[in-house]
């Protein structure tokens, strides 16, 4: 026990400076081992920078949440109400995509371990402020619609679409699992400590996903680092059991031989030791992880963990949303879980940098790796993809803490606070500073947005440190 909260102490800078040069606002960090959970915390809560964030503060975990939709089916499953082979058509027969194939013998399988052929397309329903403009009575007609990127159960391509469907074809049972992992509705909020270099901070509000939208079972889910711990240690405990074949008569968990066997080959063409599950990426260690993180294609390589140590299988999923990015690591045989909950969609993925960090320290891999400079340069490659910066002409950005110079004219809005916090915004008219104001404690969740450029669902922050 003691050592694992050494581990998170001896990082304690490391995971300070990732989210200091990544732009993230606060964080939460948790380990269990054998049982016994450890946790740390990072920024702040509140505005006057006097409250952090703890172990039972509420962060939107976004796409950790498919590993519990597919919990959920196996539940079903194991009650005989559906079967994992049961085509999605024979359930829902207002599934009729133009893939004839895909409508014929797609299976709820298919859906949740991404090989559907069902496109990525999240700007679809990622969009209007955090709000998305389509609802869920819109979902069938959209994904008939949809053109199949290859033919079912060919390949891998990461989507949420699937997982909707999937929601949509037992929502007779869809309360259930809205009741089950959908119950906490409120976020705590958390204040940035600061914007950095050619970079700003924008308050916005939480991404609207929950049980009445379009994606709430792709990435709904609102959990506390209390909350998850308890979840993945039990769920370690019972893939250990699984793996040495003591398996209980009546177990908590249904289905995991379905659930956490490789379906597919993911992110590659050929076999590879790493595969998509149902709502999880399935590797080995001495390995690479990260698939599915916004850092996988920032980085030239992802770095090799766990050298030097014993082979084990692990378990890895990221999520994000507007103001969120998130991590999870399951280490069965070590019954060990990582989690990381950032409240900032920040210029990389603190979540995966600190989890990556965090699972170097618990297996004693010795590589030796740099996260800090990781978390550097895959900022300035973010910031360059994102923005056409050449590095040359970045060095001649505004200075720390002001707006950049442009032809404008600095126009505020004021927002009822009952609504939404009142924050001065920079638009593209005649130039100068602008200072953020006074609001109130439940400003929630941040964006981190290069000086350049200008999002269609947000709209930019500048911050004058020197009020």
């Known amino acids: 026990m003691a050592k694992v909260q050494e581990h998170l102490a001896a990082l304690q800078t490391t995971i300070e400076l990732i989210l200091k040069i990544s732009g993230s606002a606060g964080a939460s960090v948790g380990v269990i081992s054998n049982g016994e959970p450890h946790d740390s915390h990072y920024g702040f809560m509140d505005h006057r920078l006097t409250r952090r964030p703890d172990v039972d503060t509420l962060y939107g975990i976004g796409s950790l949440s498919k590993s519990m939709l597919a919990q959920t089916f196996a539940n079903l499953v194991a009650k005989k109400v559906v079967s994992w ?28 371990s991404m090989r559907s052929g069902l496109p990525t397309f999240n700007n679809l ?50 309360e259930w699992f809205a009741q089950l992992w959908l119950q906490n509705g409120e976020r705590t909020g958390m204040l940035l400590r600061g914007s950095w270099d050619y970079r700003s901070m924008l308050p916005i509000t939480s991404q609207k996903i929950d049980s009445a939208t379009i994606m709430g079972a792709a990435g709904g889910v609102c959990s506390s680092t209390r909350e998850l711990l308890l979840h ?30 490789g379906q597919i080959a993911a992110g590659q063409k050929v076999e590879t030791s790493t595969q998509y599950t149902l709502g999880w990426v399935k590797g080995c260690l001495p390995g690479r992880v990260g698939l599915l993180s916004e850092n996988a294609g920032l980085l030239e390589e992802a770095p090799l963990l766990g050298k030097d140590t014993k082979p084990q299988v692990l378990f890895t999923h990221t999520g994000s949303l507007a103001g969120f990015t998130t991590t999870a690591i399951l280490l069965p045989e070590m019954r060990s879980a990582i989690v990381v909950l950032v409240n900032t969609k920040a210029s990389c993925d603190s979540s995966d940098f600190i989890a990556s960090a965090v699972l170097e320290k618990l297996v004693g891999g010795t590589g030796d790796h740099d996260f800090v400079q990781m978390a550097s340069t895959t900022k300035i490659q973010h910031i360059f993809s994102q923005s056409h910066i050449s590095p040359a002409s970045s060095m001649d950005g505004p ?21 939404q916090p009142w924050i001065a915004i920079l638009n593209k008219l ?34 004058n440190h020197s009020s």
């Not at 869920?136 to 994904?143: C, D, E, G, T």
């Not at 370690?236 to 379905?258: M, R, W």
Request: aromatic letters at 12%.
């Open 430 to 463: 005649k130039g100068d500073k602008a200072a953020p104001t006074e609001s109130d404690d439940k400003m929630e969740t941040f964006t981190d947005v290069e000086a350049p450029e200008m999002f269609t669902y947000e709209e930019r922050v500048y911050y």
């Open 125 to 174: 329903w990622y969009q209007g402020n955090s709000s998305p403009l389509v609802s869920r009575s819109s979902l069938m007609s959209m994904v008939n619609g949809m053109q199949t990127r290859f033919p079912l159960r060919s390949d891998w391509r990461y989507t949420n679409w699937g997982y909707a469907v999937a929601a949509r074809a037992c929502s007779n049972h869809w």
């Open 399 to 419: 200075n720390h803490g002001e707006a950049a110079t442009t032809d404008s004219v600095c126009d505020t809005r004021h927002y009822d606070t009952r609504h």
């Open 232 to 261: 993945y240690g039990g769920l370690v405990a019972a893939l250990k059991q699984e793996i040495d074949g003591t398996k209980t008569d009546s177990p908590v968990f249904n289905g995991l031989a379905t659930l956490y066997q």
């Open 85 to 112: 082979n049961d085509t999605v058509h024979s359930i829902l027969p207002e599934f009729d995509n133009k893939d004839k194939n895909l409508t014929d013998n797609c299976s709820i399988l298919d859906l949740l």
